[in-house]
T-cell receptor
Framework: GNSVTQMEGPVTLSEEAFLTINCTYT??????LFWYVQYPGEGLQLLLK?????DKGSNKGFEATYRKETTSFHLEKGSVQVSDSAVYFC????????????FGAGTILRVKS | DGGITQSPKYLFRKEGQNVTLSCEQN?????MYWYRQDPGQGLRLIYY???????QKGDIAEGYSVSREKKESFPLTVTSAQKNPTAFYLC???????????FGSGTRLTVV
């Protein structure tokens, strides 16, 4: 089946630290991969995406590279800010599943000043 | 500006009452979705619709109902049959293809 596994949180970092949130997937077809961010009390916002192997998605200093050989899409940021504190969701979609998104459980990120 | 509007943001209902959550989009998206989010958990798909007048059950459809009479609107009714309705409900829409979803800001439903 289709599934996404994310590292468990919460992840607590100091401001300007390096961030990695691991995400691995299993998929029945060739998936597109996404990272979404959710700030407290709000809906989800698309952070970045990648649609084929070796593509790198990037936005607001965050990056993730589609690694087909390791079925991974890890999220990274070189220097986090307090304003990055949120819940981060990794997700995939496959055409064989009607392009519906399959989400990971989410990882809480807390950044301390 | 285009987007998805969910209303109300907070909703309180007594146990045993049906309640309808509104979701409207002006993005001209064909597909719309309802998800449920519980504290500390991921998103679970309730219902989705890929075209007007058609919808399919997701993973946790029991106790919920939907309609899709217009492209812009996809209301969700939480019925008295839903055993544990208190949750945060998210509506989303998408274009055909691998573009991901646009989400509304959510409705927090509390049943007392």
């Amino acid at each position: 089946g289709n599934s996404v596994t994310q590292m468990e949180g919460p992840v607590t970092l100091s401001e300007e630290a390096f961030l990695t949130i691991n995400c691995t997937y299993t998929a029945t077809g060739y998936p597109s991969l996404f990272w979404y961010v959710q700030y407290p009390g709000e809906g989800l916002q698309l952070l970045l995406k990648a649609t084929k192997a070796d593509d790198k998605g990037s936005n607001k200093g965050f990056e993730a590279t589609y690694r087909k050989e390791t079925t991974s899409f890890h999220l990274e940021k070189g220097s986090v800010q307090v304003s990055d504190s949120a819940v981060y969701f990794c997700a995939l979609s496959v055409m064989e599943y009607g392009n519906k998104l399959v989400f990971g459980a989410g990882t809480i990120l807390r950044v301390k000043s | 500006d285009g987007g998805i509007t969910q209303s109300p943001k907070y909703l309180f209902r007594k146990e045993g009452q049906n309640v309808t959550l509104s979701c409207e989009q002006n993005l001209n998206h064909d597909a719309m979705y309802w998800y449920r989010q519980d504290p500390g958990q991921g998103l679970r798909l309730i219902y989705y619709s890929q075209i007007v007048n058609d919808f399919q059950k997701g993973d946790i459809a029991e106790g919920y109902s939907v309609s899709r009479e217009k492209k812009e609107s996809f209301p969700l009714t939480v019925t008295s049959a839903q055993k544990n309705p208190t949750a945060f409900y998210l509506c989303a829409s998408s274009m055909a293809g691998f573009y991901g979803y646009t989400f509304g800001s959510g409705t927090r439903l509390t049943v007392v």
